[in-house]
């Protein structure tokens, strides 16, 4: 078995995590050989007992055959692959598998993360339609999550303006979340691309989200902060973004508005204040 091949099966298989599947990785690359026993992989990845029974009884169950039979058609990327970005390679916990639907080759393509607040306002929408259209002529990939609120506005302005589009998502490819996404997944499929780290058949957890924004993070360039705020998620993704150095704006709104505060703040501290496409595509151009 190649070590691509363990890695997968590591990604479908219950009771290892990502900091097992890590040591794994290391263990087998040190040793130049592929483990593929369920005990020693346990003893490699260090799993408590409880975790260590439910990995080797998954590892050998029919419904880990049935789960491998599932993704032979899916399509997989692997930190192993000469096409993993190497973007992401720079944020935290770099992710070991990705499986994909869509046109891969997007994750090579310039990103734009768009970011903000579930419960989008009309001025989130505004701010999203004036800044997105005119990139259309100098396009890049607008990168969000799929949520309610900025990421469904930024996806779908996306669409509008025949700009490529990258939705990563926190459930397995075959599932919708939220469910009144399942067409706007569906579009994005067909025409852009749609990223899980998670197997199919895996529904929403709220750490699939948490863990979701590190990949957002790592993809982009450049990220816009619609709307937040204080303390939100969208500030944890741009914070992210800042550890990985790339370039965060964020769009100014009024000083009594809730879901401004976040932005403002982050100007404060030094985020850029973004009022129109042109001071988008500056952080793309080469710094002189």
Request: proline share 6%; net charge positive.
């Amino acid at each position: 078995m190649q070590l691509r091949s363990l890695l997968i099966r590591l990604q479908l298989a219950h009771g290892i995590g990502y900091v097992g599947m890590v040591r794994v990785l290391q263990a087998c690359r040190q040793r130049q050989t592929v483990v593929t026993d369920p005990q020693q992989l346990s003893q490699i990845a260090q799993l408590t007992a409880s975790r260590r029974s439910r990995f080797i009884a998954d590892w050998q169950a029919a419904d880990f055959q049935h789960r491998l039979k599932r993704h032979a058609q899916v399509d997989i990327l692997t930190i192993l692959d000469a096409d993993y970005p190497s973007a992401l390679l720079e944020g935290y916990q770099p992710p070991l598998v990705l499986f994909l639907r869509g046109h891969r080759e997007l994750l090579a393509s310039r990103q734009l993360a768009v970011v903000g607040a579930r419960q989008a306002t009309s001025y989130a929408e505004r701010a999203v339609q004036r800044l997105l259209a005119p990139l259309a002529t100098d396009p890049v990939t607008i990168v969000s999550g799929l949520a309610k609120g900025a990421d469904g506005l930024a996806h779908r302005a996306a669409l509008q303006f025949h700009l490529p589009t990258i939705a990563v998502i926190g459930t397995g490819l075959d599932i919708s979340y939220p469910r009144q996404h399942s067409e706007l997944q569906q579009q994005i499929a067909n025409v852009g691309l749609v990223v899980s780290e998670y197997p199919l058949g895996v529904g929403p957890e709220p750490y699939h989200f948490v863990a979701r924004n590190r990949i957002i993070a790592g993809l982009c360039q450049t990220l816009i902060v619609v709307e937040a705020q204080a303390h939100s998620g969208s500030l944890i993704t741009a914070n992210l973004a800042l550890q990985n150095n790339r370039n965060v704006l964020a769009v100014p709104g009024p000083i009594d508005a809730p879901y401004s505060v976040g932005c403002n703040e982050l100007i404060v501290a030094g985020a850029k204040p973004v009022l129109n496409s042109r001071h988008i595509i500056e952080e793309f151009l080469p710094k002189i």
